[in-house]
């Protein structure tokens, strides 16, 4: 007998091509919820419903429903905005959100808060802006994103144009997002053909990121697909392929895991649609159907074996991967401040602490960023660590860039900690449903804390990678993070230690299920022995396993 395929491959199947019962859901005045069948269609529109959990308990003992809003998200391929787009997701998050922009760690803006009645407009806003959410969320390739600031050679350039045309490629072409949200006409008989991804779509989310070496700033081995530019004298020659990266895990269940992807070759640029759709399509109908949480590639390629699934993308692809080509990184953080780029144009990094654009007493980082789309020429590029670059500025704009980030306190990148620079935290509470613990609201506390330490230390410029989820999901990828808090309860975290500072090697945990002060206890030996005992720009979690805190090697990529 075979087994029964999850719920939601029945929603997909039965939604003649993500269309359901969307728009009678949204028009319904009675609820400003939806059914738990659209919300999960809803999800592959880039957007879903959530509900504020501080009102929770309140509104249940007033026995009023939930106080329901919808968390929409938009797909920027590459991270790249336009002012006039800026300008426009500004508006958005004033009109029609909670008057805050949230940039993710897959460097896109989302906006929480919507009520229902303002969705359509807000969607219909971000379509009008050359811009769209379809496939931001949901069983499809998600937003693709590539190293942030491709603009330091041709061969950057030309990279950053893969991934918006990966974007592009693997997008699904159902007509529903136009009906539903865009007045497009209403589809009469059959719904069109789904090339790529059939009646079902994929078996679970699908993630491309590229990176350009030393620069590893999209984690390209959290990737289902990672994809590792190589450039030489300026020019691109292809990728280096790496399959089957993935954070995600649940609590205390050994049968799902992070995993680094692995590097399984190189392709040569005319190679990459090829290839990258074949991955794809292998993993629609190889991936698990049965069960969601072992559906994503990562568990595919453990249980069907690596060389089996290559030779199978290989054949579809009719094509053979070249042996992978000599890469190193040295870095997955941002780059903060000025750099010049390979056209004299210079690019501004900003530090936007957990990606929350919002104006917070003096730090009005919403408004700033507004006032700077207002004059900027050039454009603006969302990182997967949470901040924005203001890019392609002409080294004449330089101080009037450089005086409104001042007068909108969005110069902290030049005074932060080590650490405060290096931190990211998922959202977690109140929107997500999922969180155990908090994480965006907890990181400024935990970080002042743990400054605290490192100052006493010496350590206060130290750079570490610290990463904040909210639960084990890992949206902050925070098992590459050399210091990690995974939440498990409100106030309590597993502390896992000993990622490297390039995305290279997972961590692992070092104290489980533990509350603020056993973290810090933890914490403060390790800097003490740390500043006594490292060698020259050695970092913390390479010293971890150095000095033998933790025993076992963590798992790595051979490079
Ligand atoms: Fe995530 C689910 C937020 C990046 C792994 N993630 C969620 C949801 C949608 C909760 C839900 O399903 O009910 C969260 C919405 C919270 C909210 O209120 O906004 C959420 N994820 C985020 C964002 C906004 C975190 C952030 O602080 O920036 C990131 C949005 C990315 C984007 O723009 O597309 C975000 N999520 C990630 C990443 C990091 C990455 O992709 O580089 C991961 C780990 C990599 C990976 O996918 O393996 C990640 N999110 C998950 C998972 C676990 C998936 C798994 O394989 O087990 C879930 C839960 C799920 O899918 O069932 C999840
Ligand atoms: Fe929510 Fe967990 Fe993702 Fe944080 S890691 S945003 S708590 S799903």
Redesign the pocket.
Known sequence: MSEKLSDLERIKAQSRQLRGTLVEGLADPVTGAISDDDNKLLKFHGSYLQDDRDQRDERRRRKLEPAYAFMLRARLPGGVVTPAQWLVFDTLAREHANGTLRITTRQTFQWHGILKGDLKPAIAAIHDALATSIAACGDVVRNVVSTANPVESQGHAEAYAWAARLSDDLAPTTRAYHEIWLDGEALVGEPEPEPLYGRTYLPRKFKIGLAIPPLNDVDVFSQDLGLIAIVEEGQLRGFNVAIGGGMGATHGDPSTYPRLGSVVGFVRPEQVSVVAEAVVSVQRDWGNRVERKHARLKYTLDHQGLDRFIAEVERRAGTSFEPARPFGFDHNGDRYGWVEGHDGRWHLTLHIESGRLADVGSQRWLSGLREIAKVHAGDFRLTCNQNVIVANVPAGERARIDTLVAEHGLDGYRRHSGIRRHAVA???LPT?G???AE?ERYLPDIVTRIEALLDRHGLIDAPILLRL???P????RPYLGEIALV?RAPGRYDLRLAADFSGQRLNRTYRENVDESTILASLEPLFAAYARERKAAEHFGDWLLRSGVLDAPALAVVA
């Not at 999901?473 to 902050?476: F, K, L, M, Q, R």
């Open positions: 998922c959202v977690a997500c999922l969180a155990m994480a989820s909210g639960c999901n890992g949206c902050s939440g």
